[in-house]
C-alpha cells in the first residue's frame, strides 16, 4: 500500500512562491503517474497538474497553467508543485494522487491519496 505524504503548505501573499512536496512510501512513484488535486469546503477535487509514468509529459489545470510546475525526483520518491504567482483563489487544501487508472483529470480515478496539506493566499 502506498503512502502519501504532503508537506510545505502555509499562508503567502498574493503574488508569493510555495513548493508543496509528496513524499511517498511502500511503493515506487517511477511506476505511477502522479498528480495534485485542491479542493475548497463545498466543491469537488479540482484537477491541479499530472506527471506522467515517463514523466516526460505534464499536463496542468486551466487556472494554474503557466504559474505552477510539477516535477518528480524518483531518487527521492517524492513529486513537487512548485507554486508561483500566488492568487487569493488558489487558497485551498491541496492533495497528492498517485496510480491513475483513467482519466488523470479524474479524482476518482486515483488510488492513492494523501493527507493534503493546507494553502492560504492573502490578498
Known amino acids: 500500500q502506498v503512502q502519501l505524504v504532503e508537506s510545505g503548505g502555509g499562508l503567502v501573499q498574493a503574488g508569493g512562491s510555495l513548493r508543496l512536496s509528496c513524499a511517498a512510501s511502500?511503493?515506487?512513484?517511477?511506476?505511477?503517474?502522479m498528480g495534485w488535486f485542491r479542493q475548497t469546503p463545498g466543491k469537488e477535487h479540482e484537477f491541479v497538474a499530472v506527471?506522467?509514468?515517463?514523466?516526460?509529459?505534464?499536463y496542468y489545470g486551466d487556472s494554474v497553467k503557466g504559474r505552477f510546475t510539477i516535477a518528480r525526483d524518483n531518487a527521492k520518491n517524492t513529486i513537487y508543485l512548485q507554486m508561483n504567482s500566488l492568487k487569493p483563489e488558489d487558497t485551498a487544501v491541496y492533495y497528492c494522487?498517485?496510480?491513475?487508472?483513467?482519466?488523470?483529470?479524474?479524482?476518482?480515478?486515483?488510488?492513492?491519496w494523501g493527507q493534503g496539506t493546507q494553502v492560504t493566499v492573502s490578498s
Open positions: 511502500g511503493g515506487t512513484i517511477s511506476n505511477y503517474a
Open positions: 494522487a498517485g496510480d491513475v487508472q483513467g482519466n488523470w483529470r479524474s479524482s476518482s480515478d486515483y488510488n492513492y
Open positions: 506527471s506522467t509514468w515517463s514523466s516526460a509529459t505534464t
